[in-house]
């Protein structure tokens, strides 16, 4: 079992609809990474958090540390939001990140 | 540019040959990971440099995998006798150095797409 799983895989959806995505981790973190990846391979940081929730922009993320869980929310998608989400963590007194395998989203016209 | 950059975006070559990749963090950027992402996955670590020291080298493969950063800027990943199981993409990151505990983002280059025949 991975350490940090992310679901679903793959989510396509239409134009103007509310995205969740949901990310559950085995391990202590000292922080969690939202990040996204556009085709091609670059890597873009969205949020960083160790508690309650962040807003940019029609991004939302919010982290239950008790669960073990974290979500990234899309409200008004938009087909340039297609891209993989990535959830990452940050074990304790560790530099590297631990990384899910990805949500592909698709939002079609 | 103000990024991390990473040469060459593209790589190929064939199995037995040795590779090497590059990466020009961020200037002023004191620690620099490398990360390995085989098609479809998430990324996985292989190894950290605060500066010029190799502090954690435990994802690295095997030993055909080396890495160094002799004046803590450039980075140079090289992967000897190469194997079709290392086509991947690779990508360094470069962050500021862990301040009083906080945590620092990491700042990711567009990767080395590497593919082995």
């Known amino acids: 079992k991975n350490e940090v799983e992310q679901s679903p895989q793959n989510l396509t959806a239409q134009e103007g609809e509310f995205i969740t995505i949901n990310c559950s981790y085995s391990v202590g973190i000292s922080a969690l990474h939202w990040l996204q990846q556009h085709p091609g391979g670059g890597i873009v940081s969205l949020f960083m958090l160790s508690s309650g929730k962040k807003k940019h922009g029609r991004l939302i993320a919010t982290i239950n540390i008790q669960e073990k869980h974290s979500s990234l929310h899309i409200t008004a998608s938009h087909p340039r939001d297609s891209a993989v989400y990535i959830c990452a963590v940050r074990p304790p007194g560790a530099q590297k990140l631990v990384f899910g395998q990805g949500t592909r989203l698709t939002i079609n016209p | 540019g103000a990024g991390v950059s990473q040469s060459p975006r593209y790589k190929v070559a064939k199995r037995g040959q040795d590779v090497a990749l590059r990466c020009d963090p961020i200037s002023g950027h004191v620690s620099l990971f490398w990360y390995q992402q085989a098609l479809g996955q998430g990324p996985e670590f292989l190894t950290y440099f605060q500066n010029e020291a190799q502090l954690d080298k435990s994802g690295l493969p095997s030993d055909r995998f080396f890495a160094e950063r002799p004046e803590g800027s450039v980075s140079t990943l090289k992967i000897q006798r190469t194997q079709q199981e290392d086509s991947a993409v690779y990508l360094c990151?470069?962050?500021?150095?862990?301040?009083?505990?906080?945590?620092?983002?990491?700042?990711f280059g567009d990767g080395t797409r590497l593919s082995i025949l």
């Open positions: 990151a470069s962050s500021l150095a862990r301040d009083r505990g906080l945590n620092q983002p990491q700042h």
